[in-house]
């Protein structure tokens, strides 16, 4: 997987490893600017991960940005998030060069220092949970990140709570993103060079050779026509030959 293009705080990528993204920014509305903080995020120096805590069967991704454009509408509580995620999709609410309202700690790192993601609690809920693995991954990578977060550590606010209900919730949460970043990095297997082009002058014995199967490839196909023979190679050849002609 690539880096994320990010412009201006947007993430421009259509998908992240085949989960789609939308851009709903929360416009500004009231000027208590209770969700759009317009301040610069400082960093950031990790991603803080949060559940949603709305277990309404509809609360997906798209109705949480709903929720928060309404919210600045109405000008009366601060709540922030960068992203949202579920098993269909990444709805990003807030750019990610500007600090949320997510952490609970006012003026501290939590908001002022990282992105916030929001994992909703609909259903297939491993599914969200799995998608909120890439969104993490990605953002680790395009930002050489190597911190998470949970809501918990800013403030003590016990969140994401489904993840830490599990025993070593955490701690599985963390390592999962850790191999999802290590897959999306690794660099792809090069597909084998085989040998298999004979010269001009030993064509039509190589021919000869493979059609009465004399001559066989490897497991891969290769037959290996440049390589030296060993001396097993070259009695397995002559016990075909003698075989043949028995």
């Excluded at 006012?106 to 994992?119: H, L, P």
Aim: contains cysteine; hydrophobic residues 45%; charged residues 20%.
């Amino acid at each position: 997987m690539q880096l994320l293009t990010i412009e201006n705080g947007l993430i421009m990528d259509e998908a992240i490893d085949g989960i789609p993204v939308e851009r709903r920014i929360v416009q500004t509305g009231t000027d208590n600017h209770c969700v759009r903080t317009l301040l610069a995020l400082a960093g950031p120096i990790g991603v803080t991960v949060h559940n949603t805590a709305n277990a309404t069967p509809t609360a997906d991704a798209r109705a949480h940005a709903s929720y928060l454009q309404n919210v600045e509408n109405d000008g009366s509580y601060y709540v922030g998030a960068h992203l949202f995620v579920d098993a269909e999709r990444i709805v990003q609410t807030l750019p990610l060069n500007e600090m949320s309202w997510h952490a609970g700690d006012g003026y501290g790192q939590g908001n002022r220092a990282t992105i916030s993601v929001e994992i909703c609690e609909t259903a297939p809920y491993e599914q969200c949970e799995a998608n909120a693995m890439t969104l993490c991954a990605a953002l680790m990578e395009t930002y050489g990140l190597n911190d998470l977060y949970t809501h918990q550590m800013w403030s003590g606010k016990y969140c994401p709570h489904l993840i830490l209900d599990r025993d070593n919730g955490w701690a599985s949460f963390v390592d999962g993103v850790a191999r999802v970043r290590a897959a999306l990095t690794a660099p792809a297997m090069a597909a084998p060079v085989l040998d298999n082009a004979a010269s001009i002058w030993a064509q039509e014995a190589v021919d000869w050779a493979l059609a009465n199967k004399f001559l066989v490839g490897d497991e891969a196909g290769d037959l290996r026509l440049h390589a030296a023979a060993t001396r097993e190679e070259v009695l397995v050849f002559l016990h075909r030959i003698w075989s043949q002609g028995a």
